[in-house]
């Protein structure tokens, strides 16, 4: 059975994610998610992509078992895969978040061109919590929000609220449960309303400030995130006592004396 559905009307794609009730990413869902946004390329119709939702949340992130070593690396070629697919976008891409977007999830939303959210949404990155940290989001948080707050995010796994993340820059519009579709609608009529040539062209011009992650740069944090982060005992021990339900053992470190 499909998780993901791609309606086409009116130049508009909408691009949902069906995983109810948390749309957790496995490889199964990355890869076809990743197929389902690539094959929009092929569409010179397309106009505006709106990537949403089905279920309680946005997306929760990526299935804890596939970070393991032996998915680890595979997982996030694919999951950043889809993200590279979604930044490579000509057209506008919008992100409309009905509730948490969390891990995975929130970096979904990093890579879209505009964010919708609901007042439920929330925003955070708690891979810290499980030894382990977000290759994409290290790569872009810091150019998109000031540093104490990228720091903030990543180093702790604080969570934003919908009006925080929109305070902070990462969340354009924020809505009502009632009022949420109405408000996707509407920014989406906005940008139906304008010049398909110039809002490509525009979105061309815009990626020259490089406010959004190069893959270099995503490339680069992954690789580290597989060569460095994952040889390590705590970073395995984070992500299997997620899986087995339990408070983690870290590993303890003898003191540097620094002269």
């Not at 895969?81 to 919008?94: D, N, S, T, W």
């Amino acid at each position: 059975m499909s998780q993901v559905e791609v309606q086409h009307s009116g130049g508009v794609a909408r691009v949902t994610m069906d995983r109810p009730p948390l749309n957790i990413i496995d490889l199964g869902f990355a890869r076809e998610l990743a197929g389902a946004i690539e094959d929009l390329f092929r569409h010179p119709e397309v106009d505006v992509v709106v990537l949403a939702a089905r279920g309680k949340a946005f997306c929760a992130g990526v299935d804890v078992r596939d970070h393991l070593p032996d998915r680890g690396a595979e997982m996030l070629r694919e999951f950043h895969r889809v993200c590279f697919a979604l930044l490579e976008l000509e057209v506008p891409v919008v992100a409309a978040v009905q509730g948490a977007a969390l891990g995975g999830g929130c970096e979904l939303t990093l890579v879209c061109d505009l964010v919708v959210a609901s007042e439920r949404a929330t925003f955070g990155q708690p891979e810290i919590k499980l030894g382990v940290f977000p290759p994409l989001a290290a790569a872009a948080l810091p150019q998109m929000v000031p540093g104490h707050i990228a720091s903030e995010m990543i180093l702790t796994g604080r969570t934003l609220t919908a009006v925080e993340a929109r305070q902070v820059g990462l969340v354009n519009r924020v809505a009502g449960p009632d009022q949420f579709d109405a408000t996707v609608e509407t920014l989406v009529d906005e940008l139906t309303a304008l010049s398909p040539e110039s809002l490509r062209l525009t979105k061309h011009a815009l990626r020259l400030a490089r406010r959004r992650p190069h893959p270099a740069e995503v490339d680069a944090a992954e690789r580290y995130y597989v060569e460095h982060l994952m040889r390590t005992p705590d970073a395995i021990e984070g992500l299997q006592s997620f899986i087995e339900r339990r408070t983690p053992a870290w590993s303890t470190r003898a003191k540097v004396t620094r002269t």
